[in-house]
């Protein structure tokens, strides 16, 4: 903060502060990973099952207590989420306690528009209330609508589990490609403009067809099992990368000790090695 700062100092004080913002959630949150995972082996990730294995609607409001305390529904995830990578709690559990956490961020709103005088921020407050309660009524009492967000949950741990650059690709298409593909076509339709609403109206009748057309495919073309052979032919080869020194040391290693033994050649044997290095290599691009 400075007297006299322009727009442009605060945008780049605010992108400095939002990237180290992001480093140390990221370390913050890979720190507590790792602490967790050397503490709950054995015996106390068998407690920790057994003690979360409560009801459903006790879990909700045992959320919604957490994060009225913590006043994060970030907090709260963050540091449930990897109980459940470690299976000290079951995803059924954890379901109910992200829904409350859901509930429970909702009260820092309230209390901030309970001290203001704007009926706007009351109706704003209650308005992010309502939608997660109506939510939670939606996908939760009804064990059927119960299992497709759960589903959901699943289908993602199996892409991580074949290619663990999945998240990665999910997040930038769920949240900054499909984002900037929604709000460019309703800009088109706010320009006050026939020829831009024409434009849009075009766009998006090409959007729903093109998703319906992907949607065939995914269930009838047979275009999930390509992807999940590409997925899993990628991370085949990063496991090949990451394995390929050690394969190449113990490969010369091995000829040097039948070396010893045989009285072969150096020159021989280092050609021997080339050429193993070249099919370790070529065996990786295929």
């Given amino acids: ?10 945008e780049i004080s605010g992108a400095v502060v939002f990237f180290l913002a992001l480093v140390i959630l990221i370390g913050c949150l890979v720190g507590l990973v790792t602490i967790l995972q050397k503490m709950l082996m054995g015996v106390s990730t068998r407690i920790i099952y057994k003690a979360t294995n409560i009801n459903g ?7 919604t207590g957490i994060t009225i305390l913590v006043q994060s529904s970030s907090i709260t995830t ?16 954890m379901l109910p306690l992200t829904l409350g956490a859901n509930i429970g961020t909702t009260f820092t709103g309230l209390l901030a528009s309970l001290v203001s005088s704007s ?5 704003v407050a209650l308005c992010h209330l309502f939608f997660n309660i109506t939510g939670i009524l939606i996908w939760y009492p009804i064990p059927f609508m119960r299992r497709v967000p759960l589903g959901m949950a699943r289908t993602l741990g199996n892409g991580t589990r074949i290619w663990r650059g999945f998240p990665i690709l999910y997040i930038f ?14 800009s088109l339709f706010e320009q006050d403009s026939k020829g831009y609403t024409v434009l849009g109206s075009f766009l998006v ?4 067809l093109m998703i319906l057309l992907f949607t065939y495919k995914w269930i009838k073309g047979g275009l999930k099992e390509s992807v999940v052979q590409t997925f899993e032919k990628r991370q085949r080869r990063k ?7 050690d394969d190449i040391d113990a490969i010369k290693s091995e000829l040097a000790r039948l070396r010893e033994h045989t009285g072969l050649a150096e ?20």
């Fill in 119 to 123: 009926v706007s921020s009351l109706q």
């Fill in 78 to 93: 963050s540091a449930l989420t990897p109980f459940v990578g470690m299976g000290a709690l079951r995803l059924e559990q």
């Fill in 205 to 208: 009748i090409a959007l729903i």
């Fill in 57 to 63: 609607y006790l879990a909700i409001l045992i959320g």
């Fill in 173 to 186: 298409t769920c949240f900054v490609f499909i984002p900037i593909i929604l709000f460019g076509l309703s």
């Fill in 267 to 286: 020159d021989v044997v280092a050609e021997a090695e080339v050429d193993i290095e070249h099919c370790i290599y070529h065996s990786m691009l295929f």
């Fill in 239 to 245: 496991t090949y990368e990451q394995a390929l020194p």
């Fill in 1 to 10: 903060f400075q007297d006299g700062a322009s727009r442009r100092d605060d």
